[in-house]
C-alpha cells in the first residue's frame, strides 16, 4: 500500500477555555461558588479578594501594561482545566463518620488484636444505612486475598455479634428483618404492644411485610386495636439504623443557602441574588506593576525578563477569564430568574402550587434567548429565598396536561388531586391507580393509568398494597 499525504479541511466546533470554565462555574450553587472561588484564589497568585473599603481606582485595567511583544500567543495560553475534569465535592463542616464513631466504642471493648483487626474490617464494609450488604464467606474470602488473614464466616460470625451491640442499635444487620429484631430486643417488654410486635418481627415478618393483615389478627388471636398499637410500636423502630447517627457539623445535615433572595411587599416583587459571605475577586495590583518594570519604554519585553512576563500573562489571562465568568454566572441568573419570576408570577404572590403554570425549560429559553441547557444548568441545584418558604428552582417546572375542555393545567394540579384523593380514601380499602384514573377521569383530567402510576411514584406515595392499615 503507497504511502500518500493530503490536505483535508474540516469544520468543528469546540469549547474555549472561557466557555468551559463559564459552563462549570453556571452549575454551581451559592455554598459551592463561594468554595471555587476561594479555591482560585488560592491556585492563581495574580487574583485577591477585593475588600469593600479599597477606592475603586485600585480596579486597574491590565491591557494598559501589556504591549505587543515577540512572545508567541501559545506560550501565554492558560490551560487550566481538562475533558478529564471531575467535579470536586463541597464538604460544609468534618465530623466523626458512622465508621469512625463504631470504631471509638470498638476500643473500649476487650477484644485481642486479631479480633479488633477483623472487627474493623466488618465495620468498614458498613455501608450508609448501617447494613452488612455482603455475605460472611464473602469478607472470609477479601480478607484472606487483601489482609492476608484467613478466617472462616464461623468467627466473623462472632465477631458481627459484637458490633451488632454497638449503638446506633440495629447496626450491623444482614436485612431488614434482622435489623428490627436487634432494635425490638433491646427495648424492655414493659406492655403487651411490644411483645406483641416482637412475635411479629420474629415469627411473622413475611405477612407483615405484605400487609396481610386480617390474616394476622386471626392468627395471632388479637383484636385490632391490639394489633394496631403493635404496629404503632414497629414503626418507632429505624429500618435505616446509619442514618439516626447525626454529629453536629457533620456532612449528614447539611442545609441550604439559597441562591435568590425574593422579597414581596405592597404588590411589588425586589429580586436579588445572594451575595452573602461570596467574596469580590479583582487582579492584584502588584503583578501589573511588576509587569511594567520588566519592559523598556518602548514597550518590548527585556529578554532576562521573557519567561517571568509569560507566567505573569498567562495568570492574568486566567484571572481575567474567570472575573469574566464570574460577571457572565451573575448576569445570566438573575436574567432567567426574572424570567421565572414573570411567567410564575400569580405563584409567587401567595406560594399556592394550584397557580403554578405548565412550564418547561424551553419556555424559559424562548423568553431569555438562552440554550435549552443553559437554563438547565441555571436551575439545577439552585434555590430562591421567598416570603412562603425556600423553593428548588427545578420544583417549578411542570408538564402540560389538557382536561376535556381543552384547557391546559399543571402536572402539580393533577398531583395534588392524586394526593388529596390518597389521604380521603379507606384505608383498609386502598385506591388502586386504575380506580385513581376512573376518578381523575371522571373530573374532566385525561390521564392514563400509567401516568397515575408515574405521578403516583413521584410524589413518593406506594402501591395500594402497601397504604393498607387496619
Known amino acids: 500500500m503507497a504511502i500518500n499525504q493530503k490536505q483535508i479541511l474540516s469544520l468543528q466546533q469546540k469549547l474555549s477555555p472561557q466557555q468551559i470554565q463559564m459552563i462549570k462555574l453556571l452549575e454551581l450553587p451559592a455554598v459551592q461558588l463561594e468554595q471555587r472561588i476561594k479555591q482560585e484564589i488560592e491556585e492563581n497568585i495574580v487574583l485577591e479578594e477585593d475588600t469593600p473599603s479599597e477606592d475603586d481606582e485600585q480596579r486597574i485595567s491590565v491591557e494598559e501594561y501589556l504591549h505587543d511583544d515577540d512572545t508567541p500567543a501559545y506560550k501565554a495560553r492558560a490551560n487550566n482545566y481538562s475533558k478529564d475534569d471531575k467535579a470536586r465535592p463541597v464538604y460544609i463542616s468534618g465530623g466523626r463518620s458512622l465508621q469512625e464513631y463504631l470504631a471509638e466504642q470498638l476500643a473500649y471493648r476487650n477484644l485481642s488484636e486479631r479480633d479488633m483487626r477483623l472487627a474493623s474490617y466488618l465495620v468498614g464494609s458498613l455501608d450508609e444505612d448501617g447494613y452488612l450488604r455482603r455475605d460472611l464467606e464473602s469478607v472470609a474470602d477479601d480478607l484472606a486475598f487483601t489482609q492476608g488473614v484467613e478466617t472462616t464466616a464461623a468467627e466473623l460470625e462472632r465477631i458481627l455479634t459484637v458490633i451488632q451491640d454497638l449503638e446506633p442499635t440495629g447496626i450491623g444487620a444482614r436485612n431488614l428483618k434482622e435489623c428490627l429484631q436487634l432494635q425490638i430486643d433491646r427495648l424492655p417488654m414493659t406492655s403487651r404492644a411490644r411483645k406483641l410486635a416482637r412475635k411479629i418481627i420474629h415469627s411473622h415478618f413475611d405477612d407483615f411485610v405484605k400487609k396481610h393483615y386480617e390474616k394476622l389478627v386471626t392468627r395471632l388471636q388479637v383484636t385490632e386495636d391490639e394489633f394496631r398499637e403493635a404496629v404503632a410500636e414497629i414503626r418507632r423502630l429505624s429500618p435505616k439504623p446509619g442514618n439516626t447517627y447525626v454529629e453536629e457539623g457533620s456532612d449528614a445535615a447539611?442545609?441550604?443557602?439559597?441562591?435568590?433572595?425574593?422579597?414581596?411587599?405592597?404588590?411589588?416583587?425586589?429580586?436579588?441574588?445572594?451575595?452573602?459571605?461570596?467574596?469580590?475577586?479583582?487582579?492584584?495590583?502588584?503583578?501589573?506593576?511588576m509587569m511594567r518594570d520588566m519592559v523598556t519604554p518602548d514597550g518590548r519585553v527585556r529578554e532576562e525578563n521573557r519567561e517571568a512576563v509569560q507566567f505573569v500573562k498567562s495568570k492574568i489571562d486566567s484571572a481575567k477569564w474567570f472575573i469574566s465568568a464570574i460577571k457572565q454566572r451573575r448576569d445570566t441568573l438573575t436574567r432567567t430568574m426574572r424570567e421565572i419570576l414573570d411567567y410564575q408570577r400569580e405563584y409567587f404572590r401567595d406560594g399556592d402550587k394550584g397557580k403554578l403554570r405548565p412550564m418547561i425549560l424551553k419556555d424559559?429559553?424562548?423568553?431569555?434567548?438562552?440554550?435549552?441547557?443553559?437554563?438547565?444548568?441555571?436551575?439545577?441545584?439552585?434555590?430562591?429565598?421567598?416570603?412562603?418558604?425556600?423553593?428548588?428552582?427545578?420544583?417549578l417546572f411542570s408538564e402540560a396536561m389538557q382536561t376535556e375542555?381543552?384547557?391546559?393545567?399543571?402536572?402539580?394540579?393533577?398531583?395534588?388531586?392524586?394526593?388529596?384523593?390518597i389521604d380521603e380514601e379507606d384505608k383498609r380499602h386502598p385506591l388502586t391507580d386504575e380506580t385513581l384514573m376512573d376518578i381523575l377521569n371522571s373530573k374532566g383530567y385525561r390521564i392514563a393509568r400509567r401516568t397515575v402510576a408515574k405521578y403516583r411514584e413521584m410524589s413518593g406515595i406506594p402501591v395500594a398494597r402497601l397504604r393498607k392499615q387496619i
Open 364 to 395: 424559559i429559553a424562548d423568553r431569555t434567548g438562552l440554550d435549552v441547557s443553559t437554563i438547565s444548568r441555571v436551575v439545577n441545584s439552585k434555590y430562591v429565598q421567598t416570603h412562603f418558604g425556600i423553593i428548588l428552582l427545578k420544583s
Open 254 to 289: 447539611p442545609y441550604i443557602i439559597p441562591d435568590f433572595i425574593l422579597d414581596y411587599h405592597d404588590g411589588r416583587f425586589d429580586l436579588s441574588l445572594n451575595s452573602g459571605n461570596m467574596p469580590e475577586v479583582k487582579v492584584n495590583r502588584r503583578y501589573v506593576e
Open 405 to 421: 375542555s381543552g384547557e391546559e393545567v399543571s402536572s402539580y394540579e393533577i398531583k395534588n388531586l392524586l394526593q388529596r384523593c
